[in-house]
């Protein structure tokens, strides 16, 4: 067993079909299936069942994924260990919360690109939930999210601090005013939104009892639909208070414990602190400190 038949075993379960491995991996398919066959007899154990549409995991090869996965993010790791010397360069992947990439990280990003010019930096954006599983499966080397964050696998740090306010059209005068609308509607992003359990908590006091749910897929497109009255929903006060005016849309306080929201970023607990990130980090929380003073 060697990096090379794990790095196909692992392509083949990511995949499901031997012939999508073969293309990530840019070999021939009978390559792929001729490691499997020897990984398998090595093993003594069948690690793939065949169907029409691919192949799945057998029990046997679900318990060698994790570990299979381990091995491969420690010699990466190693690798980039190895080639950092100090200085800034290489690719970047970060993931950030729709709302902290629109407030926090265009100065942050901007003082960056500035310093470090050899880094390629790439960032997607997402929710606490799906940016949490992207870095915990090693598509991003680190994210900005809402906390806490409580997983084994990861360590976070708390960067900035947002106070949320309840965001609705502009005629909407107060909360108790909400309340007499009968069923609302709650304008969220997609399913592993932070802000959303917040939202539901901040309504159910306030005697809203039908609550809907409408996902959608920017800030953007929140921010209309509350314009246009479709519905409320929760976000930083000092992304949607120098807007309101323009964007006739009306601000309201919320209880202090669902007001404050910590936004920290996560990483792994056994990966290498790049000095791409380091720096990136350093950037982020002096922003974090001069926003907070």
């Not at 960032?123 to 994210?143: E, H, M, P």
């Not at 947002?162 to 399913?191: P, T, Y």
């Not at 159910?204 to 209309?224: F, M």
């Not at 602190?273 to 720096?279: C, D, F, I, Y």
Request: hydrophobic share 45%.
């Amino acid at each position: 067993m060697n990096d090379w038949d794990l790095r196909i075993f692992e392509m083949v379960a990511r995949e499901g079909g031997i012939g999508r491995a073969a293309v990530e991996l840019n070999t021939a398919q009978s390559n792929v299936t001729t490691r499997m066959r020897h990984l398998e007899k090595e093993l003594d154990e069948v690690l793939f069942e065949r169907h029409s549409r691919g192949v799945k995991l057998t029990p046997a090869g679900q318990r060698l994924l994790p570990y299979a996965t381990q091995v491969l993010n420690l010699i990466e790791q190693g690798r980039r260990a190895a080639k950092d010397n100090g200085v800034p360069h290489g690719k970047l992947l970060l993931g950030s919360l729709e709302t902290t990439a629109a407030l926090r990280l265009p100065s942050v990003l901007a003082t960056y690109a500035r310093r470090y010019p050899d880094v390629d930096l790439r960032l997607n954006t997402g929710t606490t939930a799906s940016l949490s599983d992207d870095v915990i499966q090693l598509r991003l080397d680190g994210a900005f999210v809402t906390g806490p964050v409580n997983h084994r696998d990861l360590v976070s740090e708390s960067i900035f601090t947002e106070q949320l306010v309840l965001v609705s059209a502009g005629n909407v005068a107060n909360l108790d005013r909400l309340a007499a609308l009968g069923e609302l509607k709650l304008l969220v992003f997609q399913a592993g939104c932070s802000y959303r359990a917040r939202l539901e908590r901040i309504l159910a006091r306030g005697s809203v009892a039908e609550l809907r749910i409408r996902e959608l897929g920017s800030l953007d497109a929140i921010l209309a639909c509350v314009e246009r009255g479709v519905g409320v929903t929760l976000l930083p006060k000092a992304l949607v208070e120098p807007i309101a005016n323009e964007r006739a849309i009306a601000l309201h306080r919320v209880d202090r414990s669902e007001a404050d929201a910590e936004t920290v970023f996560i990483r792994r607990k056994d990966s290498h602190v790049s000095s791409a990130l380091g720096s990136l980090l350093d950037i982020a929380r002096s922003e974090g400190a001069d926003a907070r003073s």
